[in-house]
């Protein structure tokens, strides 16, 4: 029970921090619609200053200021498309989350792809090579009959088969305890 | 031939990861480069009642360099740089965030590596620079583009390899 316990601690603290870390900071204004766009619109874009974060989730000063800049520009009227348009102008491809599907990053996206169709390819000609494999002719008519007279004994419990000198070997060992 | 592939490959991701320690993160290629510098009118530090806008150095090449009170790699940098630049082009200072209103007392005390230095409060005109870090240095050439723009300390070494050579091209 209390090794159950201990076990089930353990798992607690393994578990990452999920809850805690994607939170969306708390609006401060007091017009939703506008809150939810910028939340939406964040997400998708990375804070500059710690990288691994979006703009959403990120309390540095640089993305609260970011996010009152977006607030603003949206305030007056832009698009999300020209609100993301002037961001890259100003930080590059960098700030988006996900990037733009363009030559540069033709291998970020293509890769996993082409792994996934060399992965399915290999594991194609594998099983291909290994139906059209031949049996061995080197083996005697006598070697096949004696094996296959082997498998049925198998399955019966005539004295001399595996499974009954198996059973017999275990009963004589207990009595000798 | 055939079991020596999976070193084959093991050697290529080595030499890639390898290769990956020696990026910089922070070095984030700027989208700015060979576009007009944002324009803005902010107050001096240190000189109430004065402004400074790029449009007044129209004509020059200058040095943007962002700065912060708080930040000490900015004021080391600060001890060093009129010592390299010697006059050779001016700098101007955008205080990033000087929340506490330090920037005027040190810059008196100190000694200011500036022509000018302006008070970015609330930091909006450094995002619109795309700023990141402290110190980045922008070079700006005689039509008021940016050519150049530099993260971290300008060091020496880096005068020397970086700004030097753009500073003869543009200025001549």
Redesign the interface.
């Known amino acids: 029970m209390r090794y159950r316990l201990r076990l089930l601690v353990l798992a607690f603290c393994l578990l990452p921090g999920w809850g805690t870390a994607s939170l969306p900071a708390a609006p401060n204004t007091d017009d939703p619609v506008l809150e939810a766009r910028l939340n939406h619109l964040a997400e998708d874009l990375r804070c ?2 710690c ?1 691994n974060e979006s703009l959403a989730e990120s309390r540095a ?2 993305a609260l ?2 996010r009152e ?1 977006i607030r603003e520009m949206m305030r007056a009227g832009m698009s999300d498309d020209a609100v993301v348009e002037s961001l ?5 491809d ?1 700030v988006l989350y996900r990037p733009p599907v363009k030559p540069l990053t033709y291998v970020l996206w293509g890769g996993p792809l082409a792994f996934l169709l060399i992965g399915i390819a290999l594991a194609l000609a594998t099983l291909h090579r290994r139906r059209t494999l031949r049996p061995q002719a080197d083996v005697s008519p006598e070697a096949l009959r004696e094996a296959a007279r082997l498998l049925r004994s198998d399955h019966s419990s005539h004295p001399g088969s595996p499974i009954a000198s198996g059973r017999a070997s275990r009963l004589s060992h207990q009595e000798e305890r | 031939m055939r079991r020596w592939i999976p070193l084959l490959v093991f050697a290529v991701l080595g030499v890639f990861l390898y290769l990956g320690l020696y990026l910089n ?1 922070k070095e ?5 480069v060979g ?1 007009p510098a944002p324009d803005f009118t902010l107050p001096v530090v240190g000189r109430p009642g004065e402004t400074f806008s790029p449009s007044e150095v129209r004509g020059e090449v200058w040095l943007l360099n962002i700065w912060a009170p708080w930040c000490s790699v900015c004021l080391e940098e600060h001890r060093h740089l009129p010592r390299m630049v010697a006059d050779r082009v001016p700098v101007y200072g955008l205080t990033w ?1 000087d929340l506490d209103r330090e920037a005027a007392p040190l810059l008196a005390r100190n000694g200011s590596p500036y022509v000018a230095a302006v008070d970015d409060h ?3 005109i450094a ?4 700023v ?2 402290t110190p980045e240095t922008f070079v700006i050439d005689r039509e008021g583009m940016i050519r150049m723009k530099h993260v971290g300390p300008i060091t020496p070494a880096v005068w020397e390899k970086k700004f030097e050579p753009l500073l003869r091209e543009l200025q001549s």
Do not use: N
């Open positions: 500059v200053v990288q000063s640089l200021d970011l800049e890259v102008a100003r930080y590059g960098f | 993160p984030v290629p700027s989208p700015l576009r965030k609330d930091g909006r995002i619109r620079y795309g990141t870090v």
